[in-house]
Protein backbone atom coordinates (compact mmCIF):
# COMPACT_ATOMS: atom_id res chain seq x y z
CA UNK A 1 0.00 0.00 0.00
CA UNK A 2 1.43 3.72 -0.60
CA UNK A 3 2.93 5.26 2.62
CA UNK A 4 0.39 8.55 2.64
CA UNK A 5 2.59 10.20 5.52
CA UNK A 6 3.53 13.74 4.53
CA UNK A 7 6.99 13.74 4.02
CA UNK A 8 9.65 14.70 7.02
CA UNK A 9 12.22 17.94 6.82
CA UNK A 10 14.76 15.04 6.56
CA UNK A 11 13.07 13.47 3.52
CA UNK A 12 12.14 16.87 1.80
CA UNK A 13 16.15 17.66 2.54
CA UNK A 14 17.13 14.49 1.11
CA UNK A 15 14.93 14.61 -2.26
CA UNK A 16 16.19 18.14 -2.95
CA UNK A 17 19.73 17.16 -2.76
CA UNK A 18 19.27 14.28 -5.37
CA UNK A 19 17.25 16.50 -7.39
CA UNK A 20 20.21 18.96 -7.55
CA UNK A 21 22.86 16.30 -8.08
CA UNK A 22 21.02 15.21 -11.44
CA UNK A 23 20.16 18.31 -12.04
CA UNK A 24 23.69 19.67 -12.19
CA UNK A 25 25.14 16.58 -13.07
CA UNK A 26 23.17 16.81 -16.39
CA UNK A 27 24.16 20.73 -16.59
CA UNK A 28 28.01 20.10 -17.08
CA UNK A 29 27.18 16.96 -19.05
CA UNK A 30 28.68 14.09 -16.91
CA UNK A 31 26.01 11.88 -17.25
CA UNK A 32 27.30 9.90 -19.96
CA UNK A 33 30.09 7.75 -20.35
CA UNK A 34 32.49 10.77 -21.53
CA UNK A 35 33.71 13.84 -20.09
CA UNK A 36 33.92 17.18 -22.21
CA UNK A 37 33.21 15.44 -25.62
CA UNK A 38 36.66 13.62 -24.88
CA UNK A 39 37.41 10.16 -24.76
CA UNK A 40 37.98 10.36 -21.12
CA UNK A 41 35.45 9.79 -18.38
CA UNK A 42 35.04 11.89 -15.50
CA UNK A 43 37.14 10.17 -13.14
CA UNK A 44 39.49 9.67 -15.45
CA UNK A 45 39.49 13.49 -16.16
CA UNK A 46 39.71 13.94 -12.41
CA UNK A 47 42.79 12.00 -11.69
CA UNK A 48 44.46 13.17 -15.30
CA UNK A 49 44.17 16.96 -13.50
CA UNK A 50 46.02 15.37 -10.09
CA UNK A 51 49.03 14.40 -12.60
CA UNK A 52 48.62 17.87 -14.21
CA UNK A 53 48.86 19.86 -11.28
CA UNK A 54 50.50 18.28 -8.53
CA UNK A 55 53.87 16.58 -8.63
CA UNK A 56 55.93 14.08 -7.12
CA UNK A 57 51.99 11.91 -6.56
CA UNK A 58 51.85 8.35 -6.03
CA UNK A 59 48.61 5.77 -6.83
CA UNK A 60 48.00 5.81 -3.24
CA UNK A 61 48.04 9.46 -2.43
CA UNK A 62 45.56 9.87 -6.00
CA UNK A 63 43.69 7.09 -4.77
CA UNK A 64 42.97 8.73 -1.28
CA UNK A 65 42.78 12.42 -2.72
CA UNK A 66 39.53 10.92 -4.89
CA UNK A 67 38.51 8.26 -2.96
CA UNK A 68 39.23 5.82 -5.25
CA UNK A 69 39.36 2.12 -5.33
CA UNK A 70 42.64 0.82 -5.52
CA UNK A 71 42.41 -1.99 -7.76
CA UNK A 72 40.05 0.22 -10.22
CA UNK A 73 42.92 3.25 -10.00
CA UNK A 74 45.04 0.78 -11.07
CA UNK A 75 43.79 -0.51 -14.20
CA UNK A 76 43.10 3.19 -14.93
CA UNK A 77 46.85 4.02 -14.65
CA UNK A 78 47.92 1.25 -16.82
CA UNK A 79 45.16 2.27 -19.45
CA UNK A 80 47.06 5.29 -19.65
CA UNK A 81 50.70 3.86 -19.54
CA UNK A 82 49.62 1.71 -22.63
CA UNK A 83 48.48 4.83 -24.43
CA UNK A 84 51.74 6.46 -22.94
CA UNK A 85 49.85 9.28 -21.53
CA UNK A 86 51.22 8.17 -18.24
CA UNK A 87 55.10 7.06 -16.76
CA UNK A 88 56.56 5.63 -13.67
CA UNK A 89 59.95 6.67 -11.91
CA UNK A 90 60.95 5.73 -8.72
CA UNK A 91 60.47 7.64 -5.30
CA UNK A 92 63.56 8.94 -3.79
CA UNK A 93 62.00 8.61 -0.20
CA UNK A 94 60.14 5.29 -0.69
CA UNK A 95 61.64 2.36 -2.86
CA UNK A 96 57.84 0.64 -2.37
CA UNK A 97 56.56 3.53 -4.08
CA UNK A 98 56.34 4.96 -8.14
CA UNK A 99 56.01 8.68 -8.75
CA UNK A 100 53.41 8.88 -11.64
CA UNK A 101 53.87 11.61 -14.46
CA UNK A 102 52.11 12.85 -17.30
CA UNK A 103 54.00 12.13 -20.57
CA UNK A 104 54.26 14.95 -22.72
CA UNK A 105 51.64 13.11 -24.64
CA UNK A 106 49.76 13.58 -21.91
CA UNK A 107 49.95 16.97 -21.16
CA UNK A 108 48.75 17.68 -24.71
CA UNK A 109 45.82 15.63 -24.18
CA UNK A 110 44.28 17.23 -21.12
CA UNK A 111 45.55 20.38 -22.11
CA UNK A 112 42.28 21.04 -24.13
CA UNK A 113 40.34 19.29 -21.78
CA UNK A 114 41.07 22.06 -18.89
CA UNK A 115 40.47 25.10 -21.71
CA UNK A 116 36.97 23.26 -22.94
CA UNK A 117 36.12 23.00 -19.06
CA UNK A 118 37.31 26.37 -18.33
CA UNK A 119 35.21 27.98 -21.52
CA UNK A 120 32.43 25.95 -20.77
CA UNK A 121 31.89 26.91 -17.23
CA UNK A 122 32.83 30.80 -18.49
CA UNK A 123 30.38 30.26 -20.72
CA UNK A 124 27.85 29.13 -18.23
CA UNK A 125 28.20 32.10 -15.65
CA UNK A 126 28.26 34.52 -18.54
CA UNK A 127 24.97 33.90 -19.03
CA UNK A 128 23.77 35.58 -15.72
CA UNK A 129 24.22 38.40 -13.99
CA UNK A 130 26.70 39.47 -11.90
CA UNK A 131 24.59 39.06 -8.54
CA UNK A 132 23.61 35.64 -10.06
CA UNK A 133 27.36 34.89 -10.78
CA UNK A 134 28.13 35.83 -7.28
CA UNK A 135 25.38 34.50 -5.95
CA UNK A 136 26.65 30.97 -7.40
CA UNK A 137 29.61 31.15 -6.74
CA UNK A 138 29.02 31.75 -2.96
CA UNK A 139 26.48 29.23 -3.39
CA UNK A 140 29.59 26.18 -4.61
CA UNK A 141 31.80 27.60 -2.19
CA UNK A 142 29.48 27.40 0.72
CA UNK A 143 28.42 23.93 0.17
CA UNK A 144 32.07 22.64 -0.17
CA UNK A 145 32.93 24.23 3.00
CA UNK A 146 29.70 23.00 5.51
CA UNK A 147 30.28 19.50 3.62
CA UNK A 148 34.22 19.30 3.78
CA UNK A 149 35.73 17.00 7.35
CA UNK A 150 37.21 20.37 7.89
CA UNK A 151 35.91 23.86 6.67
CA UNK A 152 38.05 26.41 6.04
CA UNK A 153 38.69 29.08 8.51
CA UNK A 154 41.02 30.90 6.05
CA UNK A 155 39.80 34.18 5.12
CA UNK A 156 41.24 38.15 4.96
CA UNK A 157 40.01 41.97 5.71
CA UNK A 158 40.87 44.55 2.32
CA UNK A 159 39.66 47.51 1.32
CA UNK A 160 36.27 47.69 -0.45
CA UNK A 161 36.52 47.34 -3.78
CA UNK A 162 33.75 48.77 -6.32
CA UNK A 163 30.80 46.94 -5.75
CA UNK A 164 31.21 46.19 -2.25
CA UNK A 165 29.52 49.81 -0.71
CA UNK A 166 26.05 48.19 -2.82
CA UNK A 167 26.70 44.58 -1.21
CA UNK A 168 26.77 46.11 2.58
CA UNK A 169 23.97 47.45 2.22
CA UNK A 170 21.93 44.91 0.65
CA UNK A 171 23.01 41.93 2.88
CA UNK A 172 22.38 44.28 6.26
CA UNK A 173 19.21 44.84 4.67
CA UNK A 174 18.03 41.17 3.83
CA UNK A 175 20.13 39.62 6.78
CA UNK A 176 18.30 41.77 9.12
CA UNK A 177 15.06 41.60 8.16
CA UNK A 178 15.25 37.63 7.85
CA UNK A 179 17.29 37.49 11.32
CA UNK A 180 15.43 40.04 13.20
CA UNK A 181 12.69 41.13 11.16
CA UNK A 182 13.39 44.53 10.69
CA UNK A 183 12.01 46.99 7.67
CA UNK A 184 13.21 49.30 5.20
CA UNK A 185 14.07 51.82 7.72
CA UNK A 186 17.33 49.38 8.92
CA UNK A 187 18.09 49.47 4.62
CA UNK A 188 17.43 53.23 4.42
CA UNK A 189 19.68 54.01 7.51
CA UNK A 190 22.61 52.03 6.08
CA UNK A 191 22.03 53.03 2.71
CA UNK A 192 22.85 56.49 4.52
CA UNK A 193 25.68 55.66 5.96
CA UNK A 194 27.78 53.73 3.58
CA UNK A 195 26.51 55.88 0.60
CA UNK A 196 28.20 58.81 3.15
CA UNK A 197 31.00 56.96 3.42
CA UNK A 198 31.59 56.39 -0.29
CA UNK A 199 31.51 59.73 -1.03
CA UNK A 200 32.77 62.11 1.74
CA UNK A 201 35.13 59.87 3.90
CA UNK A 202 38.74 60.78 4.54
CA UNK A 203 41.00 58.00 4.18
CA UNK A 204 43.50 59.19 6.75
CA UNK A 205 40.77 59.10 9.00
CA UNK A 206 38.09 56.64 7.94
CA UNK A 207 38.27 53.49 6.67
CA UNK A 208 35.94 50.02 6.21
CA UNK A 209 36.74 46.95 5.94
CA UNK A 210 35.24 43.94 3.70
CA UNK A 211 36.43 40.31 4.75
CA UNK A 212 36.01 37.46 2.04
CA UNK A 213 36.90 34.07 1.60
CA UNK A 214 37.70 32.53 -1.42
CA UNK A 215 36.81 35.29 -3.22
CA UNK A 216 33.20 35.20 -1.29
CA UNK A 217 32.14 38.40 0.68
CA UNK A 218 31.46 37.68 4.60
CA UNK A 219 31.65 40.64 6.71
CA UNK A 220 32.34 44.17 6.85
CA UNK A 221 32.84 46.99 9.09
CA UNK A 222 33.70 50.62 9.06
CA UNK A 223 35.44 53.64 11.06
CA UNK A 224 34.09 56.80 10.60
CA UNK A 225 35.22 60.69 12.03
CA UNK A 226 33.02 62.11 14.87
CA UNK A 227 34.73 65.32 15.74
CA UNK A 228 38.48 65.45 15.80
CA UNK A 229 38.79 63.13 19.14
CA UNK A 230 35.63 60.76 18.49
CA UNK A 231 35.39 57.88 16.27
CA UNK A 232 32.46 55.53 15.24
CA UNK A 233 32.56 52.01 14.50
CA UNK A 234 29.46 51.00 12.28
CA UNK A 235 28.16 48.86 10.09
CA UNK A 236 29.65 45.64 11.57
CA UNK A 237 28.50 42.57 9.84
CA UNK A 238 29.45 38.81 9.71
CA UNK A 239 27.17 36.39 7.03
CA UNK A 240 26.18 33.19 8.92
CA UNK A 241 28.07 30.71 6.71
CA UNK A 242 31.56 32.90 8.51
CA UNK A 243 30.26 33.13 11.75
CA UNK A 244 32.21 31.10 15.03
CA UNK A 245 35.44 31.87 12.76
CA UNK A 246 36.77 35.10 14.61
CA UNK A 247 35.91 37.02 11.90
CA UNK A 248 33.77 39.91 13.88
CA UNK A 249 36.23 39.68 16.53
CA UNK A 250 39.27 40.85 13.93
CA UNK A 251 37.35 43.11 11.95
CA UNK A 252 36.47 45.12 15.59
CA UNK A 253 40.10 44.87 16.25
CA UNK A 254 41.21 46.26 12.77
CA UNK A 255 38.92 49.30 13.63
CA UNK A 256 40.55 49.65 17.32
CA UNK A 257 43.83 49.59 15.70
CA UNK A 258 43.28 51.71 12.95
CA UNK A 259 41.58 54.76 15.37
CA UNK A 260 44.45 54.79 17.31
CA UNK A 261 47.10 55.14 14.71
CA UNK A 262 44.83 57.55 13.53
CA UNK A 263 45.03 59.83 16.86
CA UNK A 264 41.75 59.13 18.04
CA UNK A 265 40.90 59.04 22.20
CA UNK A 266 37.79 57.35 21.96
CA UNK A 267 35.33 55.04 19.72
CA UNK A 268 31.92 55.12 20.60
CA UNK A 269 29.33 52.53 18.98
CA UNK A 270 25.22 52.47 18.39
CA UNK A 271 23.79 48.80 18.30
CA UNK A 272 20.50 46.87 19.68
CA UNK A 273 19.93 44.72 22.66
CA UNK A 274 18.89 42.15 20.50
CA UNK A 275 22.14 41.51 18.41
CA UNK A 276 23.48 39.10 21.36
CA UNK A 277 26.77 37.95 19.69
CA UNK A 278 27.71 41.73 18.46
CA UNK A 279 27.29 43.01 21.68
CA UNK A 280 29.74 40.10 22.83
CA UNK A 281 32.06 40.67 20.25
CA UNK A 282 32.28 44.58 22.00
CA UNK A 283 32.05 43.78 25.07
CA UNK A 284 35.01 41.71 24.58
CA UNK A 285 36.89 44.41 22.93
CA UNK A 286 36.75 46.53 25.65
CA UNK A 287 33.59 48.76 25.34
CA UNK A 288 31.40 50.07 28.49
CA UNK A 289 27.72 50.42 27.53
CA UNK A 290 26.66 53.72 28.41
CA UNK A 291 23.31 54.34 27.63
CA UNK A 292 20.08 52.68 26.62
CA UNK A 293 16.75 53.97 25.21
CA UNK A 294 13.69 51.80 23.89
CA UNK A 295 12.49 52.47 20.30
CA UNK A 296 10.73 50.70 17.17
CA UNK A 297 11.93 52.49 14.13
CA UNK A 298 12.68 49.26 12.65
CA UNK A 299 10.08 47.35 12.98
CA UNK A 300 10.20 45.07 16.32
CA UNK A 301 10.54 47.42 19.75
CA UNK A 302 14.15 46.85 21.02
CA UNK A 303 16.21 49.00 23.13
CA UNK A 304 19.54 51.12 21.25
CA UNK A 305 22.44 50.94 22.92
CA UNK A 306 25.47 53.77 23.30
CA UNK A 307 28.62 51.96 24.18
CA UNK A 308 32.29 53.71 24.36
CA UNK A 309 35.69 52.49 24.20
CA UNK A 310 38.49 54.28 25.41
CA UNK A 311 41.59 54.52 23.17
Same mark, same amino acid.
Given at each position: MPNDAPPTPSDRRVAAVRA????? !?RRIGVVGQAYLQSRFSLTEVRVLYELAHNHG?????IGAALDLDAGYLSRMLRRFEQDRLLQRGPSETDKRQNILALTSAGRAAFAPLEQRSRQEIGAMLAALPEPAQEAVVGGMTTIARLLAEQPSRDWHSRHPAPGDIGWVIQRHGALY???YNFNHKFEALVAQIAGAFLTEHDPKRERAWIAERDGVRIGSVFLVHKTDDICKLRLLL???SARGFGVGKRLVEDCVAFARQAGYRRMTLWTNDILVAARGIY???GFKLVS !???HSDFGPPM???E???DL
Amino acid at each position: MPNDAPPTPSDRRVAAVRAFNRFY !TRRIGVVGQAYLQSRFSLTEVRVLYELAHNHGLTASQIGAALDLDAGYLSRMLRRFEQDRLLQRGPSETDKRQNILALTSAGRAAFAPLEQRSRQEIGAMLAALPEPAQEAVVGGMTTIARLLAEQPSRDWHSRHPAPGDIGWVIQRHGALYAEEYNFNHKFEALVAQIAGAFLTEHDPKRERAWIAERDGVRIGSVFLVHKTDDICKLRLLLVEPSARGFGVGKRLVEDCVAFARQAGYRRMTLWTNDILVAARGIYRAAGFKLVS !TEPHSDFGPPMVGEEWELDL
